[in-house]
């Protein structure tokens, strides 16, 4: 090949590169595949993970089931080393699966546009937020206060370069929307309002839909999608885009990520949203074909004017939803969304016969999260739970600090009789 | 159409919606849901259909330009996929994880080590989320300083990223043009260099696979100015072990841990896009910060500097896991043997195609090359997009086309270091074979794809991205 370029040695095709900027790369030598598998295993062994450890941490990332099918359907190559469907022709199985993972997402929500992935629930929220702002003029964006410092802080970031102000609204004494509040904040200012059910709390909220009454700003709903099985389509709540946490749709956890942000919004405006999305289309003989589509949103044609910069997103993951859909069908979703209710039911009950805990704290029909008021520091009993082999749930205080005693608990199918019975007499003892 | 590529949604439960009264509060109720009803051999039979009906770097050649499809090693997909890996809650006690956290901690030293950069965050979840990260620090540097900067300047050849990021962050975008040699005209730059300049991007070596030799000058003119220098690191692969952002004079970089480091594409993501910068930024870096003491590893979030967070956990580990198994496993020499022949691939493939397709611009190439089909175009009226449809029927993955701009008809071309000679060459017959045959057959193409050449533009028009919206469009033409 170097006869062919005409070169004698590797470094020639570097003659660009100045002396200057030249430097060295002082990493140690390579490894052999055995080697590094050893190296990392030996490294992850000092993880304690979830199925040694139970773990009771949720808001937004769950330990659920991963049916054997979704992982067997992602591992296929021809899926996972492919990149953006740029070229449909050769990538008609990727789109598809897109499309359909789309009309899944459309269903659950009640709406009839879905992009096909951005990062995770608090970009996806951060993305709405942004979109909001260019469907209308106002300079505020309303969100409860209600949320974690990592959904707000990436809130914040998201909205930098638009000039539009975030501000937080409170929750009234059942979890849900403070509705006063909210009334009190709506002006023609606001370019858009944000609610959550289950919200932060795991409360289902049965007063997001009063929202829509409320005000003629886009309203963003946050949702669960496992809980859409049994809730109300936000869609016919009247909410203009849905965003939300998608890995519990058969991703593990990761250790945070990669998850999968859903987005979705109305059909009057897509040509406003963010994010790749697939349309459904024709090919040269007239059969049913996928591309991705209104590519003139995005920053590859669009530029510094596009609706946002996303490129990479996490279209695997949205894939591993998809099969995830299928394979649960409506009524297997259905089971799964009840038995968690179930689950978190059980187990507030069971802590709520300690003595001086309060569980749930708020009255209120809850998903699979529920917040307990606790007579010590949320923080302190977690590093006596470690200890003994739990995980306890999130402290509230660096969220919301006048919930500094309380503790945010999540339950899935994943925690059986025995675990919830064994985590509540811990409970019992270290308080 | 073949009948296993039929829409899932299309095995809909027809039965009612079960009775389910007692879960939800009142008016928040559902009373339909339609997802497929399939049994699990019917679920796979479908997926199977479809993947055969894509394209993966496993597939055949993917000389996908800027996109660095190298091939993804199989020893990182497997660890990746433990419990310990998969069944960890950012939220948890740091105890917890111990693991998770030093393969963060030497990640990141690995990444500073390769960049020349003091400090890395491994929050942002892809490449354009790395570069809003940077532009967010790059805001908040120049505000510690009481400085309001309010331009961010761009080439013309950039990655459309570049600018969409910039702008999210409230910047206006001044676009230079590219010298005669495709490079940075410094003459230009000297222009559009002002007292409001936050910073320059910049792709080095650039998307033509050019070199920025005067990028030392230009890091003194940018830096002469108060502005930073802002590393796109989609092409450091070009590059590893012979220099470095750091050694180049960049203050702030971000990494595709996908591109560079070998991690799966996914179909179009899930990625990783670290952020890399100097000592003198690394207080506005995302926090948590991962801090390491006698007792082991902990996380900082008392960053009061800090930009807060990019998204809402620690980044992409399952991805920065891989990305670190594949570091470890080159090695300084492995990575540096990667950039070189990635760059000897490309430069052999240009050489083997520049009679037959124009190739703008002096030698050498870094790891990848920008052709044209203007003279096709010009004497056949076979264009860009019909060549890459035409390479699909010979199962090569297309290059990317019509990027950058500046080149009209582009064929931006990137082999990696993974292709063998005989593969190139494969690539190299395919490509002029198809500059010599009859148009007619060219225009038509692709002829043995699963499906025709697909109208996109119907796709637009239409904006159907969903079954609802396909049902109601069907209901509403009776």
Redesign the interface.
Known sequence: MMDFIGIGFEDELFKDVPEEVRCHLPLPKGMSEKDVTREIERILAKNSHAGEVPSFLGVGCYDHYVPAAVDHVISRSEFYTSYTPYQPEMSQGMLQALFEYQSHICELTGLDAANCSMYDGATALGEAARMCARLNDGNVFLAPRAMTREKVSVLRNYLIGTGVELELYGWDEDGGVDLDDVERRITDGVCGLYAETPNLFGVIDARVPLLRGMTDAPLVVGVNPIALALMRAPGDMGADIVVGDGQCLGSPMNYGGPGLGLFACRQEHVRKMPGRVIGLTEDSRGEQAFCMTLQTREQHIRRGRATSNICTNVALVAVAAAVFLSYHGRDGLIELAKENINRARRLMDLISDIDNVQSPVFDNHHFNEFAVELPVKPEKINCILAKRGFQGGLPLSAHVPEMGDCMLLATTEMHDDEVQDHFVSMLREVL | ?RPD?R???ERI?ADA??D?SG?????????S??????N?SE??R??????????????GP?P?GS?T?KH??K?A???A?????????????E??????L??MK?MEM?LS??S?MDAISLQP?????G??AAM?IV?AYHASRGEERDEVI?PDSA???N?????????K?VEIPSGEDGCVDLDALEAALSDRTAALMLTNPNTLG??E?R??ELAAMVHGRGALLYYDGANLNA??????P????FDLVHF?L?KTFAT??????????PVGVKSFLEDFLPIPRIAEDADGMTLD?ARPKS?????????????I?RA??Y??????????ECS?RA???S??LK??LENHYDVPFAD?R?HEFVASAKNLKKEKGVRALDV??RM?DHGI??P?IY?PALVEEALMIEPTEDET?ESLDRIADVMISIAEEDPATVL?A?HS????????S???K?????????L?LREGSR
């Open positions: 159409m590529r829409l899932i949604m439960d919606y079960p389910v879960y939800m509060p009142k008016g928040m109720e559902r009373g849901l339609h997802l497929p009803k399939v699990e679920l796979l479908h997926y199977i259909a479809l993947s055969r009906d894509n394209f993966g770097t496993d597939s993917y996908l996109c499809m993804n090693p020893y997909d497997r660890l996929s433990q419990p310990s890996v998969g069944r960890m809650h950012h939220h948890m006690d105890d917890h994880a111990q693991g998770s030093e393969i030497r690995a080590e390769i020349g979840s892809a490449g354009a989320h570069e809003y967010l805001k761009v990655h459309g990223t600018p969409a990021s910039a702008a999210m962050a409230g910047y975008l050019i070199f030799r990028v030392k590059i590893m072990g012979k220099t470095s750091g050694a180049m004079g595709n996908h799966p594409h996914g179909g179009g993501g899930p990625g990783s896009g979030w930009i807060g967070k990019v998204n809402g956990a620690m980044g992409n580990f399952a991805i896991l670190y198994a570091i470890l496993r080159q090695g300084g020499d492995g990575l540096k070189e760059v000897l691939n430069n052999y050489k083997r050498p870094k890459a449809k699909i993955h297309p990317t990027f000679m038509a692709p794809a699963p499906v025709g050449r697909v109208d996109e119907k796709a637009v239409d904006a159907v991205l969903s079954y609802r919206r396909m109601s």
